[in-house]
Every structure is written in structure tokens, then in C-alpha cells.
């Protein structure tokens, strides 16, 4: 009987172990993006592509530059991106994660075009709803010293993680891998970053200015598509913030929860509501992807054997 039992609970959990066997053990470098336009700029830069289907994504095993790479798509959003995240860290051999994208740009002294390497990420609305009462906000649990300021009833509480060798803490930001940061700094003068992009019809869609790389400073991210100049406004004050968008620090902490060396690339879509008129994504999605992939190619090609 007992037997029989075993039996029957191994049946079970074969298939979740098969599963989750990996699929390529090359050590191999990750080139994520968040959805297609990104995608787009970087897939014909793989060669000798294979394609791997996993939860209903697509991702390519190839080369770039010479270089072992794995490319591929987060999904929007942060809990897609922490998912897909931890899926390719389960079922590859990666040697470290390279995101490569579009943002909104926080910092009044960026413009659309610019490619932007922050050193840290935070997750902006990892907050505290306060209650608002006769005496003012009173906040359901203590403030840390090193909190950034409220935005209204919002207040930043930090995200506790550790990994295998740092206790659990509260971190209000997480730092890339300072070694490919220094590398992102050695390649800026190899970096020509485009006005329009390639066959464009009309030059309603390029650019007044030349775009510029930049690294350093933060980066902020949310599930929110942010399109409002007075939060705008918030985050480059409070947080320092530099770009915002809607993966890259839910990348970023499941990469240090795993010690996985990690950097990300945006370019700037659009000013997050700092626009004069609307909205400029849809704009100039096409042209910040491509800016952004140029760059990743170049830094690719960089990277040590």
C-alpha cells in the first residue's frame, strides 16, 4: 500500500521536475527586453539563432558579437518581468542580465533619444498608504532615516531582500554590477546615438538634437505608465531619479537575490509628462528601441570572453 503511494506521488512530480530541466547549459549572457519594438532591434543581431518556447515565450540562443547570448522578452510590467526573470535563471546558464529598452525620462536636463545606464534602481510605489487624519499623515508603521520624502499619503518603505550571502534588509535602491557600469563608461565614446531611425518617412519623427549617452545616477520602476508632470516632478526631487519605467527594478532585485550580475540600458521615448504637448511614445518608440540596442551591441561586443 505504502508503496503504491510512492509510486503514485512520483508520477506526479516527474513532470514539474522534467520541466524545469535546463534546456541549454552554455554560459551565456542575457539580453532581456520588455516587449517587441525592443525585441525587434536586437533579434536580427543573433546569430545561428535557436528558439526556445517556454510559458508562451520566445526566447533565441545564439551569438552576439561573437559572444554567447540568450535573448528575450520580460513581458510588461513588474511581476512579468520578476517572473521571467527567475524562469530564465532555472532553465539557462547566464553569466549576467543586460536589459535593453525604452523609458520615460525623469531628469529635466534628458531629452527623447538619450540613452540612460543608471547605477541603482528603486521601486518607487514600494510605500506606506497613510491615513490622513486632524494631526496629518499618520503612517501604519515607523519611517527609516533613509526614506525618501512622501509623495502625499504614499511612503517609500524600501523592499526587504537578501540573498546567500547578504542578510534581509530594507533597500530603497539596488545597485547594477559595478564592474559592467565601468565597462558602460569605457564604451561611451564608441557610442553613436541616431537622430531618426532608418528609412523614416518623415522627420516629424527624428530628432532636433543629437541624443547623448549617459551613466550613472537612478533609476525608478512600477507597474504604472507614468504620464504626469507633477509626480514627475516628485521622483527627480525625492528619489533623484534620472528614468522611470515599468521592469527593470523587479529585474534588478531578482538578479541580486540570485547574484547575478546586472545592468540595464534605456533610452527615453518620451518625458513621462514633462512633454510640452502629449505623450511622444508612440512617437519615438521605434527610435529609443534602436537607440538603446546600438548601444547594447556595442557594450556586447566589449564584454570579456
Partial sequence: MMRALFLALGALLLPLSASARPLDRTPRTVVMTAFAPEWDALAHSIARPKTHRING?????GTMAGKPVLLMQSGVSMVNAAMNTQLVLDRFTVKRIIFSGIAGGVDPALTIGD??????????LEVSFARQTPQGWVVPEPVDAEAPPPFGMMFPRGVRLGNATEASRRHYRQAVDPGLLALARKIAARVTLRRCTDGQASTANCLANDPKFVVGGTGVSAGVYADNAEFRDYLAQAWKAQVLDMESAAVVQVAYANAIPTIVFRSLSDLAGGDAGANQMNTFMALASVNSADVVRTFVAALPD
Fill in 115 to 124: 540613452v540612460v545606464v543608471p547605477e541603482d534602481w528603486a521601486q518607487y
Fill in 57 to 61: 515565450l520566445t526566447m533565441l540562443t
